[in-house]
């Protein structure tokens, strides 16, 4: 019993009470390596057990730190799945703001569109108003010479009245001379009295007749000369409107020429019948393929059937859309050195060639900057034939769709964009092979970084085993030297625990030799490793 509170005692002050508790299940065997040290007396068992103290507190370390990285691991994961939220919030309002803006791109075609049909029919309105008022002034007139004749004939009528009671009065006065002559010819003052009062009655009547026809024709001058007054009150309202609707239309078109005055110069060139590009488009065939003219590039439509890839490639950086546009831009080259293939129906111009479609909008971007001044294209007739004619004065022509795109957003990686960016060009190999041979050098720099560390871990510990196993065996193959001293019957159970500890030391110099061998067939076969 002392025996074995000496050996705890022992096995206590080598290892300590910490690694005691990692040690706890072995400890029935660390306290008989703790009596074989009391009963040799030699100093192997107490190394032996100082270093087994070691590796227990290395090992309860190496536990504290796995714990202690799975705890950081898993913060880790936390974050990272929250940034994923993060992100997929953030490409969900990307989305929704991508949408917002089709959404406002539509309206804003619609709006423009919405205008264009308001300036057509304010154009046509003003045309008719202007025709409404030139009839007005006829009518005006006319209605003016009709009241002009009513006065002539109520002046001719006056004169009649005048000229009949002359008349009246010339009769009345023959009448008089009559009876006078009646009288004195000694006639019948009876036959007199009845002619006077025959003659009275008849210049009676007449006069009745001749004020009854004065006062229709007055009353007739009267209600015409107010239908016509009324119809010329009438006739000025509307063309004080007229008049209000030409200078708010007067005012629309100031205001867009000293926004973009270049939409003007496009809707001359439409409007003007006797254009050169609508004599060479009506003309004969060969005069126009043969022939070019330059036409407003607002005043061009997209054919139908048409559409633009606007990605920002190899292609379309190094002689598309955007070298277009950025010569355009530098003054390296004017837009009457772009030569455009269209066509005319119904006084609409087409660009209809699919070739056309980068030149064309290189165009459009440069006037958009340019609104100042009217931008120009060399154009030619095309002998395509898309559509017939009827179906063409159908289509608006003002929007186009994208087509052939290779991304909608750019990629987030640089070397993905940069890939991207290559497609088509005689690079695009030679990057792809350097991408490949970079990221193939990073892998296996960092497989021969693991490689060495797992084999320098690999040969420490089978060093360490293999000393710690020499040590073990050392004074076990010297024990029958000693057999003479006085605790020779002691020693009787040594040989089972000499067997034990020395199977115990091969096995652990075993597994060491295994693990460095599989992590060296690992790091041949390109395995990556687990870390802790």
Known sequence: M??????????????????????????SALVGVADLALSTGGPH?????RHVGVLASKVAALEGGVTQWRAVSQDGQLQLAKASAQLAAA????????????????????????????????????????????????????????????????????IELEVTSSKQRQQEAHLE????????????????????????????????????????????VQQQKQRLERRLEAERNEAIQNRQVMSNLESTVAEIRSVMPSLLEAADFLRDPHSPALKMARGPVLLSVNSSVRIPVLALRWAPKLGLNSTPGWAALREGLFALFHQLQTGAMVPEQ?????????????????QDTGPFAALLMFQALHRDAPISATCRMSTKVMLPAEELEKHSGLS????????????????DFLRALLVGSS??????DFLYHQRRGRVEDAFEEE??????????????????????ETPLQQAPVASATPVAPSFSSAPPARGVFATTAQAAAAAAAQAAQSAASRGRSGVKPTPI
């Open 2 to 27: 002392a025996d074995h509170h000496a050996a705890e005692a022992l096995l206590m002050a080598e290892i300590g009470a910490d690694a005691m508790q990692e040690l706890k299940p072995y400890y």
């Open 45 to 49: 068992f107490r190394s032996l057990l």
């Open 91 to 158: 490409r969900q309002s990307a989305e929704s703001e991508r949408t917002r803006a089709e959404v406002l791109q539509s309206q804003l075609v619609a709006v423009m569109r919405d205008r264009e049909a308001n300036k057509v029919v304010a154009q046509t309105n003003a045309q008719w108003l202007q025709v409404e008022a030139q009839k007005a002034n006829l009518e005006l007139k006319r209605s003016h010479s009709e009241v002009l004749a009513l006065q002539e004939e109520v002046r001719r009528l006056r």
């Open 177 to 220: 001379a009559e009876r006078l002559r009646a009288a004195g010819a000694d006639l019948s003052a009876e036959h007199a009295e009845k002619g006077k009062a025959r003659l009275e009655a008849a210049l009676k009547r007449a006069d009745e007749e001749q004020r009854e026809n004065v006062e229709t024709l007055t009353a007739q």
């Open 338 to 354: 772009v030569e455009l293939r269209v066509c005319e129906a119904g006084g609409r111009w087409f660009c209809c060639e699919e």
């Open 400 to 415: 186009v769709l994208s087509t052939a795109a290779m991304w909608r957003t750019p990629p987030q990686h640089e070397e």
């Open 427 to 432: 690079l695009e190999e030679v990057f792809r």
């Open 451 to 472: 490689l060495k560390r797992d084999g320098v871990m690999g040969r420490r510990r089978g060093e360490l085993l293999g000393r710690e196993a020499s040590m073990v």
